[in-house]
Each structure stands twice: as structure tokens, then as C-alpha cells.
């Protein structure tokens, strides 16, 4: 028993290790202070940020931070499950519930007992899990869909948001009682367009990482690479300059990246000053580009998932697809 006790706490310790929350950023430098601040306070935290910040990140160091660090760490993606599953997914289910419920099984509630809960894009879920999920944060117990038993959970509750919370409230479209219960600690991550030197920074810090993958030695960024680095919006913040350094680690062989190896970037959408898509053209033709760029959010935002995307947007799945393909875009409908 004590082997496997240390060697649980041997790999709690590495992986909190590799958690990290790279910056030198005023804002970054203030975040981690917060998050060092209310780690060990069971409050909910709401984490905003645009797509590709990171949210995840901050819920990784809030619990490693934790005296929940030996419990597990679970997530759930809200958009990307549909509604029908989502209180299975989050409550758990009694055989016989529906259809295929074949056995009872427990819901992530019940699985994160003792740890914590990433409820990422909590602003697209349903009413009816709103409800449920208020209960559970006032109560502390969950009910499993087509049960009666109620069972104690102890959870620690991270939400995450790219959406504006407090005016889908004012919408009437998220609960406001949730919202105020969720909102206790409120954590915003900035883009990395407002991270200034990060940029280079966090390059080098993923350029180095992908190359000891590949078994190469770390290329050095130049001075022209390291302008068009700074000079990009980045409008998939973090993960988009993860992914382009991955690309140049492996695709690459010179010692020296220039400005000619990241050209990539110059073909992605763009943004404006206030992080809105920017958009050129003749009225059709910007319309047209426009719609393309809002499914193409939606459904990277519903990592994948077109259902999701498709009732994010107001649409049926069928007429999601039948949009895509008048707009010219890739789908993998069958």
C-alpha cells in the first residue's frame, strides 16, 4: 500500500510539474497570485478568456495547488455534448434511464468526488443542467438521471467561458442565481495580442518542447521571425502559436528560423484592434466570409463537434451542413 500511495504521489507531483503558467506579463504575473491566493479556498472560480488562452491551464493550477491535488481532475466540454447526454454525462445514470442506458453508471460529479470539475463552455449549457447544476453547488448532493437517491458529492467547481456571461443573463439566457454562484472568484485571462514580449517568450518555451520531441537541436528564432511574431493578432491566441511552432519544429532543418519559415500565419483570419474578425470585400462576398468564419469558430469551439456548433448557432445539424456546402466548406457529412 505505501508503494502505491508514493507512487500516486510521485505522479501527482510530475504532472503538476508540467503545469505552468508561462508569462511574464503584468496580467499573467498578477494571475498566478490569485490563483496561489484562493487554491486551497473551496470557492467556485469562472475563468473568461478568449478560445485558445489557456482556461484549462488555470484549472490545472488551481487544483495541483491544491489539497485536492491527490483526487482527480475531470472535464467536461458543455458545447460539445449534446443536451439529451449532458445531465447523464454530469449526473450519472440508473439502468433503464433511456434507451441505451443499459447499466447504471456514475456521472462525473460522482467520479471527481474528493477533487475537481472544469466545466468548460458553461455558457452553452442547456436550462435544464443549469437547474441541475445549481442544485448540486448549493446542495452538494447529485440525483442520477431516472433516480431517486440523493449522494453526497464534494467537488471543487471550475467554469469556463469564452462568452459573455453577464449579458446572457440579461438575455435570459443563463441563470442568474448560477451566474452569481459560479462567480465567487472570477479569473480573465488576456490575449495574447495584449501579452507584449510573451509572445517570444512562450515561441521559444514551445519551439523547444517540440523540438526534443523530434530529437532535434532547439533552432533560434531571428530577428525578423521574432517581429512578425510580435506583430501578429493572433487571433487563435495560444493554441495557434503552439501549433505553428509545432509545424516549424518538424518541418524544418535549419539552425535559424526566419520570417519566411512562419508564413503561415499571414494566411489565417485576422483581427482588429478589439479582437473582432477582420473582414474586406464587396457586401456578398464579406457576408459570405463572415458566415464561413462563424462556423468555423463555432465548431473549433465545440472542439469538432457540428451538433453542438449547429445549436450554438441557432440551426439544425442538416442545415448547418446545407450552409456549409452553399459557402464552399469542407464537411464530412456521409
Same mark, same amino acid.
Given at each position: 500500500?505505501?508503494?502505491? #500511495?508514493? !507512487?500516486?504521489? =510521485?505522479?501527482?507531483?510530475?504532472?503538476?510539474?508540467? #503545469?505552468? $503558467?508561462?508569462?511574464?506579463?503584468?496580467?499573467?504575473?498578477?494571475?498566478?497570485?490569485?490563483? !496561489?491566493?484562493?487554491?486551497?479556498?473551496?470557492?467556485?472560480?469562472?475563468?473568461?478568456?478568449?478560445?485558445?488562452?489557456?482556461?484549462?491551464?488555470?484549472?490545472? =493550477?488551481?487544483?495541483?495547488?491544491?489539497? *485536492?491535488?491527490?483526487?482527480?481532475?475531470?472535464?467536461?466540454?458543455?458545447?460539445?455534448?449534446?443536451?439529451?447526454?449532458? &445531465?447523464?454525462?454530469? +449526473?450519472?445514470?440508473?439502468?433503464?434511464?433511456?434507451?441505451?442506458? *443499459?447499466?447504471?453508471?456514475?456521472?462525473?460529479?460522482?467520479?471527481?468526488?474528493?477533487?475537481?470539475?472544469?466545466?468548460?463552455?458553461?455558457?452553452? $449549457? =442547456?436550462?435544464?443542467? !443549469?437547474?441541475?447544476?445549481?442544485?448540486?453547488?448549493?446542495?452538494?448532493? #447529485?440525483?442520477?438521471?431516472?433516480?431517486?437517491?440523493?449522494?453526497? #458529492?464534494?467537488?471543487?467547481?471550475?467554469?469556463?467561458?469564452?462568452?459573455?456571461?453577464?449579458?446572457?443573463?440579461?438575455?435570459?439566457? +443563463?441563470?442568474?442565481?448560477?451566474?452569481?454562484?459560479?462567480?465567487?472568484?472570477?479569473?480573465?485571462?488576456?490575449?495574447?495580442?495584449?501579452?507584449?514580449?510573451?509572445?517570444?517568450?512562450?515561441?521559444?518555451?514551445?519551439?523547444?518542447?517540440?523540438? !526534443?520531441?523530434?530529437?532535434?537541436?532547439?533552432?533560434?528564432? =531571428?530577428?525578423?521571425?521574432?517581429?512578425?511574431?510580435?506583430?501578429?493578432?493572433?487571433?487563435?491566441?495560444?493554441?495557434?502559436?503552439?501549433?505553428?511552432?509545432?509545424?516549424?519544429?518538424?518541418?524544418?532543418?535549419?539552425?535559424?528560423?526566419?520570417?519566411?519559415?512562419?508564413?503561415?500565419?499571414?494566411?489565417?483570419?485576422?483581427?482588429?484592434?478589439?479582437?473582432?474578425?477582420?473582414?474586406?470585400? &464587396?457586401?456578398?462576398?464579406?457576408?459570405?466570409?463572415?458566415?464561413?468564419?462563424?462556423?468555423?469558430? &463555432?465548431?473549433?469551439?465545440?472542439?469538432?463537434?457540428?451538433?453542438?456548433?449547429?445549436?450554438?448557432?441557432?440551426?439544425?445539424?442538416?442545415?448547418?451542413?446545407?450552409?456549409?456546402?452553399?459557402?464552399? $466548406?469542407?464537411?464530412?457529412?456521409?
Amino acid at each position: 500500500v505505501e508503494d502505491l #500511495v508514493w !507512487q500516486r504521489d =510521485s505522479l501527482v507531483e510530475q504532472a503538476a510539474s508540467d #503545469v505552468r $503558467m508561462l508569462g511574464e506579463a503584468p496580467a499573467i504575473a498578477a494571475l498566478r497570485k490569485t490563483i !496561489q491566493r484562493v487554491a486551497d479556498a473551496d470557492l467556485a472560480v469562472l475563468v473568461l478568456g478568449e478560445n485558445g488562452t489557456e482556461k484549462e491551464v488555470v484549472a490545472q =493550477s488551481l487544483h495541483f495547488q491544491s489539497r *485536492r491535488r491527490n483526487a482527480p481532475l475531470l472535464a467536461v466540454n458543455c458545447a460539445a455534448i449534446a443536451e439529451s447526454l449532458l &445531465e447523464s454525462e454530469l +449526473f450519472g445514470h440508473e439502468k433503464g434511464a433511456f434507451t441505451d442506458a *443499459r447499466e447504471s453508471r456514475a456521472g462525473k460529479f460522482e467520479l471527481a468526488d474528493g477533487g475537481t470539475l472544469l466545466l468548460d463552455e458553461i455558457g452553452d $449549457m =442547456s436550462p435544464g443542467g !443549469q437547474a441541475k447544476l445549481l442544485r448540486v453547488l448549493e446542495d452538494k448532493t #447529485v440525483v442520477r438521471v431516472g433516480g431517486s437517491e440523493e449522494r453526497k #458529492v464534494d467537488v471543487r467547481v471550475v467554469a469556463a467561458t469564452n462568452r459573455d456571461l453577464a449579458e446572457r443573463v440579461r438575455e435570459g439566457k +443563463f441563470r442568474e442565481d448560477l451566474f452569481y454562484r459560479l462567480c465567487v472568484v472570477t479569473i480573465e485571462l488576456p490575449p495574447l495580442r495584449d501579452r507584449g514580449d510573451d509572445v517570444i517568450l512562450l515561441a521559444e518555451h514551445f519551439l523547444k518542447q517540440y523540438s !526534443q520531441k523530434r530529437g532535434r537541436k532547439t533552432p533560434k528564432l =531571428s530577428a525578423t521571425a521574432k517581429r512578425k511574431l510580435t506583430s501578429h493578432n493572433w487571433p487563435g491566441n495560444i493554441r495557434e502559436l503552439r501549433n505553428l511552432m509545432e509545424r516549424v519544429a518538424y518541418l524544418t532543418d535549419e539552425p535559424m528560423i526566419e520570417a519566411d519559415d512562419l508564413a503561415i500565419i499571414d494566411r489565417g483570419p485576422t483581427r482588429g484592434a478589439g479582437g473582432e474578425l477582420a473582414i474586406e470585400g &464587396e457586401l456578398t462576398e464579406a457576408t459570405g466570409e463572415f458566415q464561413r468564419r462563424l462556423i468555423n469558430r &463555432e465548431i473549433e469551439r465545440a472542439r469538432g463537434n457540428v451538433a453542438a456548433a449547429a445549436r450554438s448557432l441557432g440551426l439544425h445539424r442538416s442545415n448547418l451542413y446545407r450552409k456549409m456546402k452553399q459557402l464552399g $466548406m469542407d464537411t464530412e457529412e456521409d
